[in-house]
């Protein structure tokens, strides 16, 4: 319990607070650009994506359900990984996505998107997007139970080494996403390679915000 209540009073606390639900936003809205442009997602969302698809049930909600059932062995667990971004993580993302698609449908012409506008949007939305998970993660309010499964994998065995385990858990959710009908391509390559030093690259510069 300790450990929980550490992850809700960090340093700047308001500042972790602003960024966090600055940074979730972004990731939502920029989730909802990605489906349109339709070159792809990040693994989780390609995974919930595809349940969408084939339910008839909202993005929105296939996340938090989705979500619902991976926190349940971070609570067994490790309750230290639980935070206040773990719980916006999981309720946050997957409706703004929805609500974004949903202000952006109206503007889509019947024949769909020029490709020079789909290239656009990707490049600009992609940038967004790592840029704005980095900070998630540099706020250190707590893992999204999609993070947080790996983590914990890697915490109990000596086998693999913990990037293998994240990269072995990713495949896995593309594949099952693409089994559903999911759209795999140049959006999942890059957030793949790119999430990890885009991270660190944020990270050393803007930690000492939040000490």
């Not at 999430?195 to 050393?204: E, K, N, T």
Request: glycine share 10%.
């Amino acid at each position: 319990m300790e450990a929980i209540a550490a992850n809700f009073t960090r340093p700047r606390m308001g500042r972790r607070a602003a960024v966090l639900t600055v940074s979730l936003i972004v990731i939502g809205i920029c989730v909802a650009v990605f489906k349109t442009v339709g070159f792809g997602t990040d693994p989780c969302s390609t995974f919930t994506l595809g349940v969408s698809s084939q339910t008839g049930i909202s993005f929105g909600t296939c996340q938090l359900v989705f979500n619902l059932l991976m926190f349940l062995p971070v609570i067994r667990l490790d309750l230290s990984r639980i935070g206040v971004g773990t719980v916006a993580n999981m309720v946050g993302v997957g409706y703004m996505a929805d609500f974004t698609m949903w202000l952006m449908s109206p503007h889509i012409p019947p024949e769909g998107l020029s490709m020079t506008v789909k290239i656009v949007l990707f490049a600009v939305s992609m940038a967004a997007f790592l840029i704005a998970a980095a900070f998630y993660m540099v706020v250190d309010l707590g893992v999204a139970p999609y993070d947080a499964i790996p983590q914990l994998i890697a915490a109990h065995t000596s086998r693999l080494s913990a990037r293998a385990i994240r990269m072995l858990w990713d495949i896995s959710i593309l594949f099952l996403g693409f089994l559903l009908g999911s759209t795999v391509g140049l959006t999942t390559l890059i957030t793949g390679f790119c999430l990890g030093p885009a991270i660190a690259f944020v990270s050393s510069r803007v930690r000492g915000w939040f000490e």
